[in-house]
């Protein structure tokens, strides 16, 4: 990544490195040569920026991961599973309350995930529903 001359205080190049970092399709390996070329006696203080800006970003992939993850858990078996009895009966709650949570629809500006204490439930209500399932026989 060519970074034409210009004048940029450390704090407004590191500003304008969390912009690159930001950006997918961005050369963010090419802005730290340029970082290191141009700051060379500041080469402590970028890489604690550095370190700090990827531990957020890599915190924030973690969130949105966690937000597809139960959707991805459940692959096939939302079509099999009783979801209107699940969110009424162990929830008490609607349908789409427990769809929102399973596909990480943005709620109030966040993605809905589960609770640890309703994951619990969710998993209680499927062993509970596997087993009414396996009991039933025709005579």
Known sequence: ????????????????????????NSDYTGYLKYLRINFPNDRERITDCIAEDHHGFIERTKKELD????RIQ???SVDVLPMSYI????????RQW??????????????AKFTAEEK??????????????GAIKIV
């Open 1 to 24: 990544m060519r970074m034409k001359k210009e004048t940029m205080t450390l704090e407004q190049a590191l500003e304008k490195y969390k912009l690159v970092l930001a950006d997918p």
């Open 67 to 70: 937000a597809i993850s139960v």
């Open 74 to 76: 459940l692959k096939n």
């Open 87 to 94: 969110a009424e009966n162990y929830f008490h709650r609607s």
């Open 98 to 111: 427990l769809y929102q949570r399973i596909n990480g629809n943005i709620v109030n500006g966040k993605p």
């Open 120 to 133: 619990k439930i969710f998993n209680r209500a499927v062993k509970d529903i596997s087993k009414k399932i």
